[in-house]
């Protein structure tokens, strides 16, 4: 079995990528792929997946190929996909509620047991299942409903006092939408979707390829 | 003027986070800042801090520290981000509704001229100034508005089709929220936001960080 602690964080990085990847393949019903033909359909050499999937031991055995539905089980062990998380959504506006109506997530593990929202005139409502409660009702529906991850898609002036309840209640991850970074402890993890961040490295990719296309037209690029 | 060739990539993937604070330091009327300061409020080294600053030459006079607002300019600029450019959302459901409705974008030059979707129970819908069209008038809209940036907010199974249609009405960038990579020419820029891949990561260091407990509490860490 493949240790937490063997694994890069580069490599780990990558997994998500992979893990899609070898998903279409099982749905094409292909149950062998060498490194070759991997690298032609992920545009990555295929040296580098060699390297990556050797993490996971003794999966690609020379002229048979990778075992797709065995890399794709372990990838998702790894992964902590292969087992139940349950989840709850603090902010029920478009983004949250974006979030709930994700069928993916569930496939993958992921239990969306709740909606937390400020707005009366969304408490009460209910977004494929979960409804939306008063965040009143937070703490203690963390803990009857064994919540570990709590997503935040609320206001950056909000979410550092929501964060700070969320953890106090024993919440183990946040999923922080919101445009700030948040303090919390050691043991808790945070993963950031910062949208405007993302936004402003496209718009550097722009800026950047039009920069060097008016620099060729000028003849100063060769 | 700083060059776009000179700055490494990983000097502007951390641009916009600083883009961030320099911005938070303006709206509290702080002027200069030095190295130890920053550093303390981003939780990153300050030799981290001098060294990519450094890439936008002489802003850190030694006990003068680094003027704010001179850097928060210069780094819009470096980003692009102090032009306009125009984006259309493609899919009105609740991601490309939460989208529209992020006023910071607008602030960042990013006005949403229009929107689109198939649904036709959403088509003539306006969502903050952004009317949502049929799909069948997005060629002739992106030339008319001189539409720069497309965001997709669409599932997979159509990303690909519709990304074509993109690229040949003269789109530079694609903000690409669907859950697959797409194939556009070598002067059209994709960015990717795959919220799966992202929760995978969190869910992989929630489970390594109960690994590591586990294993601590079993007296197999010191």
Redesign the interface.
Known sequence: MTD?KQISKAV??R???Y??YLGELMEEGIERISSNELSAR??VTASQIRQDLNNFGGFGQQGYGYNVKYLYAEIAR????DRQ?NLIIIGA???G???A??T??EK???IIKGMFDINPRLIGLVVRGAKIRGIDDLEQFIVENEV??AALTIPKSKAPEIADRLVKAGI??I?NFA?T?LSVPD?V?V?N?????????????????????ERREKGQLS
């Open positions: 937490y780990i990085s997994l998500p990528r893990y899609r992920m545009k790894i992964l902590g996909i998380h506006g478009n983004l509620q974006a979030i109506n994700y993916n997530f993958r593990g992921f570990q991850i183990k991850a999923w445009h970074d043991d993890v993963e979707v910062h949208l405007s961040e993302s936004l402003m490295r496209l718009s550097y990719r722009v800026c950047s390829m039009q920069d060097e296309r």
